[in-house]
Every structure is written in C-alpha cells, then in structure tokens.
C-alpha cells in the first residue's frame, strides 16, 4: 500500500482489457516489451492509466502524511543536529510527495482533485501512518524501517514502464540513502545507549513490527490481474516478494544489534530460502486502513487545517487570467 | 481505539477533526511552470521536472526548494507550461534521417583517396 498497484477486489473477474482497441494494445505491450517508457501523451489502456494514477497518488499520499508522525518528533528532537536532520528529512518527504503529484496529474487528474479526495478520505495511504509515534525512538524505528521498506518498494517501482512516475523515484530514491543511514543512526545510538534507551527502542521496535509486516499489503500472488500488471510493468513485484526481500535485508542487521522481534516464528527456512513468518493480522490491517486506526482522524484533521489555512493566501494570489495545463512530466 | 493526539503542535491548535471538509476549487494550486536546471556553469540546462506556483517569482523559489537542496545546481530557469510548444510523439517520424542523406556525415568524405589518386597520375 505505499506505490502498490491497487485492484478493485469488487471488480476481480472483469479483464483489464476489455473495449480495448486490440491494434493499439498490441503496439503499446510491445513498446513497453521492448524496456521502452510510456509517456504522458502516448495512448494507452485505460485501466493502465487508472491504477497508475490510484497508485502514484496513493504513494503521494503516503509522503505527505508519513511525514506526520515524525514531524511530530522535530519541536522535541534530543540536540541541535537531530532536529536540523529531521527537519530536512521531513522536508524531503514532503518534496517527494510534489514529485508523485506532478507524475499523478500528466495522467489527468488534478492535484485539487488528488487533495480533496485525500482530505474526504477517499483517497487511501500507506495504512503505517495511522500509528501513532509515542518516542523518539519510533521516529527512529519509521526513519529506518519504514524508509527501508518504502526503498524496496520504490527501486522495484522505479524500473517501471511509465516515465514521469520512474524518474520521480529515480530522484526519490537518491534522498532516501540519507533517510536510511540517518535512522539507521538514530537507532544504533539507542540500542548501543544505556539501558534505558535500549529499552526505548526496543519497546518502538515491538510496537512496529505489526504495522512493517503489513506494510507491503497482503499477499496477491493469486490476484487474477497481477499477470497483466506485471506484464504493463505497472506492478514490478509480488507483495510477498517485497517481504521477503525486506525481511532478508533488515532481520539480520535488526538481530545483529541484540534487539528482538515479536514474532517466535521468524526465521529464515535454510531449505527454501525464505523467512517463515506468523501471518500478520490482515483484519486489523483492514479495519485500519478503512479508517478505525489510532491515528486516521488527526492526521486527516491535520492535512485539511493546513489547506483550510492556507485557502486565504492562494485566493489572494490567485490572477484571474491564470489557466491550466497538464504539466510536462 | 483512536488516541489523543501524542503532538503538541496538535494539541496547541487544537484542531477539530469533525469539521466538515474543505473542498479546493479549480486552480487552488495554480498552474505549474516547468523547471530547468544547471548543474554546473559550462553545461546545459536541464529540464528536471515542475512545480505549481502562483507567479514566476514563486516558481523560482519552489523549484529551489523542490529541485536543488543538495548543491547540486548552479542556477534555474522557470517558464510557463502553457509556454511550451511539443512535438508529438506519434510525429516522431519527423526525426528519422534517411539513409541516403550521407551529405550530413563526416565520413562520407573521402578526400585521401582522391588525393592519392591525383599523386599517382602526376608522378608520372
Ligand atoms: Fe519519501
Ligand atoms: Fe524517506
């Protein structure tokens, strides 16, 4: 749920390709076939534009209001140089949430539109966000975890087949080396600390082990569309493959600093590979991200005071003459 | 099992979260100008991506902070996207070179061999 391709689960047995013009659909998977990028203006189905513009906007969401959680930790972040790099950590997520908009809105939709329906709760985020971040130490654990997670996601994303969305990432994904090492930091200096900040983050760590296994969506190897999103290059990765990928990156390094993880089956099957796990809790994922998590109301209350407050400045400025057009890329 | 808020900028403001819902009209966020950036002097400029402002002056500084927090820019240009005039991808044909225009090739002049060929026949 960060940049994953959306599918409407109502709508599982349609085809992603019907109506389509089958010259046309034909010529667009062989560009595409041929590791050539489509572009804003090129033709293309109209199921590939609409879970692109659902999953570009999604991750743009995802930045802005990610950047929440651990904004809330800047007015009390411990010394001078924590704040200063939280601060430009914060600011790079809500730069990289402008990017996404941007890539969104050369497929049709506006950036009012992608905003409103985020503020009306339309529109979901990355379902992590609507945890709260109780110490500094989880604003260490989201900056390392939670940015691991979103890189996996992002450099998968990034070899995608629609242009203005992979250099968007391109560019995202060169901040996100200092997110991670800067977390990274922040949790090596607590977990190397006295006892009491190990505690701390080792209690941030617990609290944020469920929400990180949630974090790349349930499993949809079996989704009947995934074949033809992977094929469009929309989709890049099964969510189950991310995990893996992510569990294979991060346990070790997390088990590594002594810290534990709250799940007695984690570990890594030495005959398939792969790391065995509990199945997350999918149904409290669900009702979360339908709006019963902890945090969904202040963080929407959030988002829409800041455009309520700002309204008066845009108006202002606002030149009658002024139109639109969709931006280049 | 929604909480108080644990921010006290939240708290401070105390925002109300059952308020009804703004609704940002039709060019709320401006239109966009497209960017371009320097990386360095000597090189050219680069279209790096755009920015949504209300003015030109806005523009530059949105796309300084969007597009050169980390020193990698020497200078931006801004301009317009209702500006830009395109080509069209499926006008693309417009950009292949025939075969037969070797004119605009270097290689296909061939001078040496004329060169020789006119030292040979006045040697003799
Ligand atoms: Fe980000
Ligand atoms: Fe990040």
């Not at chain 1, 409407?8 to 076939?33: H, Q, T, W, Y």
């Not at chain 1, 991670?180 to 505690?199: C, I, M, P, W």
Request: charged residues 30%; neutral net charge.
């Amino acid at each position: 749920m960060y940049g994953n391709a959306y599918i409407d689960p109502k709508k599982a047995n349609s085809s992603l390709v019907e109506g389509e013009n089958p010259e046309k659909l034909a010529e667009f998977e062989a560009r595409i076939l041929r590791g050539e990028k489509i572009e804003p203006k090129d033709w293309m189905p109209a199921m590939y534009r609409k879970q692109l513009v659902r999953m570009i906007e999604q991750h743009a969401h995802s930045e802005i209001i990610g950047s929440l959680p651990e904004g809330t930790w800047i007015t009390r972040a411990p010394g001078f140089r924590r704040k200063l790099a939280l601060m430009a950590k914060v600011q790079d997520e809500v730069g990289h949430a402008q990017l996404l908009y941007n890539a969104a809105e050369t497929l049709g939709k506006s950036r009012e539109d992608m905003i409103n329906d985020l503020i009306s709760g339309k529109s979901k985020y990355s379902n992590v966000f609507n945890y709260p971040a109780k110490t500094w130490a989880d604003s260490a654990v989201i900056a390392w975890l939670i940015d691991a997670g979103a890189i996996v996601n992002q450099l998968a994303n990034s070899r995608g087949s629609y242009g203005p969305y992979c250099r968007a990432l391109e560019r995202i994904c060169a901040e996100e080396s200092f997110h991670l090492k800067y977390g990274h930091d922040n949790v090596v200096f607590l977990a190397t600390g006295t006892s009491k900040q190990r505690e701390m983050v080792q209690d941030a760590l617990t609290r944020w082990w469920p929400p990180i296994m949630h974090f790349f969506g349930p499993s949809d190897k079996d989704s009947i569309h995934s074949e033809t999103l992977m094929r469009w290059k929309v989709k890049m990765a099964s969510n189950d493959d991310m995990r893996q990928q992510f569990l294979n990156m991060y346990v070790p390094k997390i088990w590594d600093l002594g810290l534990t993880l709250p799940d007695p089956n984690l570990k890594k099957n030495e005959e398939t590979g792969k790391w065995d796990y509990t199945e997350p809790d999918w149904e409290e994922f669900k009702r979360v991200i339908n709006g019963g998590g902890p945090c969904n109301a202040e963080r929407l209350a959030v988002r829409r005071t800041a455009e309520e407050n700002g309204q008066w400045v845009r108006k202002a400025l606002l030149k009658e003459t002024e139109t639109y057009v969709t931006p280049l890329s | 099992m929604k909480i108080v808020s644990l921010d006290p900028r939240v708290n401070r403001s105390s925002i109300n979260e059952t308020e009804e819902s703004v609704v940002l009209k039709k060019l709320d966020q401006f239109q966009t100008y497209e960017v371009f950036a320097q990386t360095k002097r000597g090189v050219h400029h680069i279209h790096v991506g755009s920015v949504h402002a209300a003015n030109k002056k806005i523009a530059v500084l949105f796309a300084k902070e969007q597009y050169a927090r980390r020193g990698e820019c020497v200078n931006i240009w801004v301009v317009k996207t209702s500006d830009v005039a395109t080509t069209e991808y499926e006008d693309s044909d417009i950009f292949d070179t025939l075969d037969e225009k070797t004119h605009r090739n270097p290689e296909s002049y061939k001078v040496l061999d004329r060169i020789k060929k006119y030292k040979e026949r006045t040697s003799k």
